[in-house]
């Protein structure tokens, strides 16, 4: 006996509870479950442990009740200190709990059409947004790229673009949409301008910016098109730009929230295409799961089918 256990109980506790399968590696399975979560006022404010407990206790009471499973959100290191100060000392009970960090699409797709509504641009970043396209693109069928430099956004939780990947997928896409009965042309949207500007610098011409381009990024036999850079608009600007006028979507920072939502709230009926995560691992593909983050309608792209 352990602490009031058997050791083959201890052995046997659910961490983490099995799920249905065979399912493929790389795909998680479908979770419908329903869940619970409330604001833990006792682990953010470091009260007792016997308050934490009453609290983490009520909280698996009532999702018992109700026929949900109990999570813990991530945030303001609270499941931290849920861990700390809770599971390190009594596991069967820790593993009663999930983890969530509320980043997933499925707490409100239902209400996707009025979330669009909602979240709708000022008419002046439309404008702008507009402005951005020169008068010779604007019936041009528009494939959408969006970076991120690491350099700028200095979050360590989702890994910036590859520009190997980035430009080979975007050519990968002209090709495929060729045959639309109009001419292709690429928007680059980002944090970062001269980076997007080395990675397309001949779809752009030559710039006063760079001494030296970085020649082995551009494939040898790259489709013809133009590139037209946002030139680091505002990120308010580049939702005007995604919704307004993108007929295609590529996310090649596939865990970068900003850019999850540009995908989201682009222009209706447009395709959607993203890295494969498993292709460029971060802290936050760690600690996600795939079917959650990633609507079903969205395209997967691997580097090694391009």
Same mark, same amino acid.
């Given at each position: 006996?352990?602490?009031?256990?058997?050791?083959?109980?201890?052995?046997?506790?659910?961490?983490?509870?099995?799920?249905?399968?065979?399912?493929?590696?790389?795909?998680?399975?479908?979770?419908?479950?329903?869940?619970?979560?409330?604001?833990?006022?006792?682990?953010?404010? %470091?009260?007792?442990? %016997?308050?934490?407990?009453?609290?983490?206790?009520?909280?698996?009471?009532?999702?018992?009740?109700? %026929?949900?499973?109990?999570?813990?959100?991530?945030?303001? $290191?609270?499941?931290?200190?849920?861990?700390?100060?809770?599971?390190?000392?009594?596991?069967?009970?820790?593993?009663?709990? *999930?983890?969530?960090?509320?980043?997933?699409?499925?707490?409100?797709?239902?209400?996707?059409? *009025?979330?669009?509504?909602?979240?709708?641009?000022?008419?002046?970043?439309?404008?702008?947004?507009?402005?951005?396209?020169?008068?010779?693109?604007?019936?041009?069928?528009?494939?959408?790229?969006?970076?991120?430099?690491?350099?700028?956004?200095?979050?360590?939780?989702?890994?910036?673009?590859?520009?190997?990947?980035?430009?080979?997928?975007?050519?990968?896409?002209?090709?495929?949409?060729?045959?639309? $009965?109009?001419?292709?042309?690429?928007?680059?949207?980002?944090?970062?301008?001269?980076?997007?500007?080395?990675?397309?610098?001949?779809?752009?011409?030559?710039?006063?910016?760079?001494?030296?381009?970085?020649?082995?990024?551009?494939?040898?036999?790259?489709?013809?098109?133009?590139?037209?850079?946002?030139?680091?608009?505002?990120?308010?600007?580049?939702?005007?730009?995604?919704?307004?006028?993108?007929?295609?979507?590529?996310?090649?920072?596939?865990?970068?929230?900003? %850019?999850?939502?540009?995908?989201?709230?682009?222009?209706?009926?447009? *395709?959607?295409?993203?890295?494969?995560?498993?292709?460029?691992?971060?802290?936050?593909?760690?600690?996600?799961?795939?079917?959650?983050?990633?609507?079903?309608?969205?395209?997967?792209?691997?580097?090694?089918?391009?």
């Amino acid at each position: 006996m352990l602490n009031g256990f058997k050791i083959q109980d201890l052995k046997n506790a659910p961490f983490p509870p099995e799920l249905p399968g065979p399912f493929p590696m790389d795909f998680p399975p479908p979770d419908t479950r329903k869940t619970l979560q409330i604001q833990l006022f006792t682990v953010k404010n %470091g009260r007792s442990l %016997g308050q934490i407990l009453f609290e983490l206790t009520s909280l698996f009471g009532i999702a018992q009740q109700l %026929g949900r499973v109990p999570k813990i959100q991530r945030v303001s $290191g609270v499941w931290d200190t849920v861990v700390r100060e809770v599971s390190q000392y009594f596991p069967v009970f820790g593993a009663k709990f *999930e983890i969530s960090d509320l980043e997933s699409f499925k707490y409100f797709n239902d209400y996707q059409s *009025e979330i669009r509504l909602a979240l709708t641009p000022p008419p002046e970043s439309a404008i702008r947004a507009e402005l951005l396209i020169p008068e010779e693109f604007k019936n041009d069928f528009l494939i959408c790229v969006h970076t991120k430099n690491s350099k700028i956004d200095a979050s360590i939780l989702s890994k910036p673009s590859d520009p190997v990947f980035t430009r080979a997928a975007t050519d990968f896409l002209v090709r495929k949409y060729n045959d639309t $009965g109009k001419r292709v042309t690429v928007a680059v949207l980002g944090n970062d301008p001269l980076w997007a500007q080395d990675v397309f610098h001949d779809k752009i011409g030559k710039s006063n910016y760079f001494n030296k381009f970085n020649e082995s990024i551009s494939p040898e036999n790259s489709p013809d098109y133009t590139v037209l850079l946002t030139l680091g608009l505002s990120e308010i600007d580049d939702v005007a730009f995604s919704r307004n006028f993108c007929d295609i979507f590529l996310l090649t920072a596939p865990t970068s929230s900003f %850019g999850w939502w540009l995908a989201y709230l682009t222009k209706e009926n447009s *395709e959607v295409y993203y890295r494969d995560p498993n292709e460029a691992p971060d802290q936050f593909f760690a600690e996600m799961r795939q079917t959650d983050f990633y609507p079903n309608s969205w395209n997967k792209l691997k580097i090694s089918f391009l």
